[in-house]
């Protein structure tokens, strides 16, 4: 058993108190499955994480908050000096849940805040834009590590005034990352969203020349490769460029006990490796899907300069497009096939015959 991975990635539950237009679970406050897991069955897995020197558990779901025992959770693993990102819609964020975590040094909040009141409400639902962005302000207070999420299911608004006083209020609310996805996963209700890929690429040209301009810290959801070729110069020195999850760095937990690859990969049941109510945490983590270290990129990704740095990217998303583990990121391949595709990381055919001899 290799001893490699450095988080899990772990759906607390798969209710949610929102119904959000692209949520890729997908999940919503009637969406209950049985069996999830229970409070000694979590710190069952935080134990097993100390034990392999695992430095990050990351929260996610459905909504964690709304889980009764979080608190429990969330203390166990910092009593076990490990790091916990909290990934929420911030509607329960409050004084007394910031009160009652035991050292807020050792968690990091991500907060989804899609747009100005309008577009935000038309994604996540009436009378919920005031009250994330009070939590917003209270994570702040509390001087909380926090990132904010934003995802751009339409793209009109980011070309009209409006965008500008949404950027006005993300620097005013000074998360330490502004991370946004330009593009909406095609899995659950997410397949449903269709944008045109002329869309993407201007949306991905006009956030990445903003954040040179104004020296923000953003953080864009895509292949490094579909970044525009102008911009090629400037992201070889970005400390901040996007190279995807290091998927064998990661192992993903979903609220019934399935354990995969990572988080996403739990919902599909042919990549489950196994699941911890019925086989020890050790043999499961012995399972070669979790033992996966290169991929044999297809596509334009094995035909890609730096393949071998962003390693095809997000995995979940190709097999949730191609059914393949080795597919091309659907970003990649489309961008490709309409022109869009940096050129720059083209491997030529005389760099192939020359690495092949």
Same mark, same amino acid.
């Given at each position: 058993?290799? %001893?490699?991975?450095?988080?899990?990635?772990?759906?607390? =539950?798969?209710?949610?108190?929102?119904?959000?237009?692209?949520?890729?679970?997908?999940?919503?406050?009637?969406?209950?499955?049985?069996?999830?897991?229970?409070?000694?069955?979590?710190?069952?897995?935080? +134990?097993?994480?100390?034990?392999?020197?695992?430095?990050?558990?990351?929260?996610?779901?459905? /909504?964690?908050?709304?889980?009764?025992?979080?608190?429990?959770?969330?203390?166990?693993?910092?009593?076990?000096?490990?790091? !916990?990102?909290?990934?929420? %819609?911030?509607?329960?964020?409050?004084?007394?849940?910031?009160?009652? &975590?035991?050292?807020?040094?050792?968690?990091?909040?991500? !907060?989804?805040?899609?747009?100005?009141?309008? !577009? *935000?409400? $038309?994604?996540?639902?009436?009378?919920?834009?005031?009250?994330?962005?009070?939590?917003?302000?209270?994570?702040?207070?509390? $001087?909380?590590?926090?990132? &904010?999420?934003?995802?751009?299911?339409?793209?009109?608004?980011?070309?009209?005034? $409006?965008?500008?006083?949404? !950027?006005?209020?993300?620097?005013?609310?000074?998360?330490?990352?502004?991370?946004? *996805?330009?593009?909406?996963?095609? #899995?659950?209700?997410? @397949?449903?969203?269709?944008?045109?890929?002329?869309?993407?690429?201007?949306?991905?040209?006009?956030?990445?020349?903003?954040?040179?301009?104004? @020296?923000?810290?953003?953080?864009?959801?895509?292949?490094?490769?579909?970044?525009?070729?102008?911009? =090629? /110069? *400037?992201?070889?020195?970005?400390?901040?460029?996007?190279?995807?999850?290091?998927?064998?760095?990661? #192992?993903?937990?979903?609220?019934?006990?399935?354990?995969?690859?990572?988080?996403?990969?739990?919902?599909?049941? /042919?990549?489950?490796?196994?699941?911890?109510?019925?086989?020890?945490?050790?043999?499961?983590?012995?399972?070669?899907?979790? %033992?996966?270290?290169? =991929?044999?990129?297809?596509?334009?990704?094995?035909?890609?300069?730096?393949? +071998?740095?962003?390693?095809?990217?997000?995995?979940?998303?190709?097999?949730?497009?191609?059914? +393949?583990?080795? #597919?091309?990121?659907?970003?990649?391949?489309?961008?490709?096939?309409?022109?869009?595709?940096?050129?720059?990381?083209?491997?030529?055919?005389?760099?192939?015959?020359?690495?092949?001899?």
């Amino acid at each position: 058993m290799s %001893n490699d991975k450095v988080l899990f990635y772990i759906y607390t =539950t798969i209710s949610c108190n929102l119904s959000c237009v692209h949520c890729y679970v997908p999940s919503s406050p009637n969406f209950v499955i049985k069996n999830e897991l229970s409070t000694e069955e979590f710190k069952k897995i935080i +134990d097993f994480a100390e034990r392999r020197k695992v430095r990050e558990i990351r929260l996610t779901g459905g /909504e964690p908050l709304i889980r009764k025992d979080i608190l429990d959770i969330i203390n166990y693993a910092i009593s076990k000096n490990i790091f !916990v990102t909290i990934e929420t %819609n911030g509607l329960l964020i409050d004084n007394n849940f910031l009160n009652s &975590i035991k050292d807020l040094s050792k968690v990091y909040v991500s !907060v989804s805040l899609d747009g100005p009141k309008e !577009v *935000h409400e $038309k994604i996540r639902g009436k009378d919920t834009f005031e009250r994330v962005l009070g939590s917003l302000y209270l994570l702040k207070e509390y $001087k909380v590590n926090r990132t &904010i999420i934003t995802t751009l299911v339409e793209k009109k608004w980011i070309y009209d005034e $409006k965008f500008n006083e949404f !950027v006005k209020l993300i620097q005013d609310l000074s998360p330490n990352l502004w991370y946004v *996805h330009v593009w909406v996963s095609p #899995a659950g209700r997410g @397949k449903l969203i269709k944008t045109n890929i002329y869309d993407i690429y201007n949306a991905i040209k006009l956030l990445y020349s903003l954040r040179i301009r104004l @020296k923000l810290n953003i953080v864009l959801n895509v292949p490094p490769a579909v970044i525009p070729e102008e911009f =090629t /110069e *400037h992201m070889l020195n970005d400390n901040l460029l996007n190279l995807g999850c290091r998927f064998w760095r990661i #192992a993903g937990f979903s609220s019934n006990g399935n354990v995969s690859i990572c988080h996403r990969f739990t919902l599909f049941p /042919e990549m489950r490796a196994g699941n911890l109510r019925n086989s020890s945490l050790d043999d499961i983590f012995n399972h070669k899907l979790l %033992n996966i270290r290169k =991929t044999k990129l297809k596509g334009i990704c094995g035909k890609c300069l730096i393949r +071998d740095l962003c390693n095809g990217f997000c995995r979940a998303d190709a097999y949730e497009y191609y059914r +393949d583990f080795n #597919a091309p990121h659907p970003l990649c391949q489309l961008f490709y096939e309409n022109g869009l595709f940096n050129k720059n990381f083209i491997v030529r055919e005389e760099d192939e015959e020359r690495d092949s001899s």
